[in-house]
């Protein structure tokens, strides 16, 4: 059986970067959100993916970043992936994929099975989507709040596409998680931090142990 593959989002230190590389994580998440507490600046993201490069894959995550800023981000620092949080749709992924040259994957809030099936929709747009949790009304993030997906709702699903779990997700309950949904791929920004955008090392370790345990 193929080992789920991890990525820990929201990294925003060299020390938090070091403990995902050492813990075998597949990728790393950068969060350009203003908004969040895991956001970084341009320097400070580029320093990380420069220190990254070769060593992990770098995913950028946007909600509704205008072409401007999101042109300035992909030439100011090495992304691997670009991840949307937004409002995007399957022509708008397209089109911004071609357009950076780089895989695009597309967040879906989901509470029922019929947010599952909206997936499909984004099949030959998007490289991979994320099912996370829908954040509650007038919530400042569109992720990276700690709220869980029910898992029976992912249950034997077969989207037309690669897919990641994402949402509540952390070292103690990673492992029922997978064994629920299957997930071939998980995500986990606030589950392995001691406070909102502080990474832990320990926590990083212990996550990424209980995924391949």
Not at 76 to 104: F, I, K, M
Request: hydrophobic fraction near 50%; include cysteine; glycine fraction near 8%.
């Amino acid at each position: 059986m193929v080992a789920p593959l991890i990525k820990i989002c929201g990294i925003n230190t060299p020390d938090a970067l070091d403990a995902a590389i050492a813990a075998q994580a597949d990728f790393i998440g950068l969060v350009f959100f203003a908004r969040s507490p895991r956001h970084v600046e341009f320097d400070q993201a580029a320093a990380l993916a420069a220190r990254a490069a070769g060593r992990v894959n770098v995913v950028g995550l946007f909600v509704d970043p205008t072409p401007e800023y999101l042109a300035q981000a992909v030439a100011t620092v090495r992304l691997d992936t670009l991840q949307l949080h937004g409002r995007e749709t399957p022509e708008h992924v397209a089109a911004l994929g071609l357009r950076h040259g780089l895989p695009v994957w597309k967040a879906l809030g989901v509470t029922k099975r019929d947010d599952v099936a909206a997936a499909d929709r984004f099949a030959g747009a998007a490289a991979r989507v994320l099912f996370d949790a829908k954040p509650p009304e007038g919530a400042d993030l569109p992720g990276g709040n700690g709220l869980r997906i029910d898992w029976a709702v992912l249950k034997a699903i077969r989207p037309a596409l690669p897919w990641m779990l994402a949402g509540g997700l952390d070292p103690a309950n990673v492992a029922q998680a997978l064994a629920i949904t299957g997930a071939p791929a998980v995500d986990v920004s606030s589950g392995v931090e001691s406070a909102p955008g502080v990474k832990d090392a320990t926590r990083i370790a212990a996550f990424c142990a209980a995924v391949r345990g």
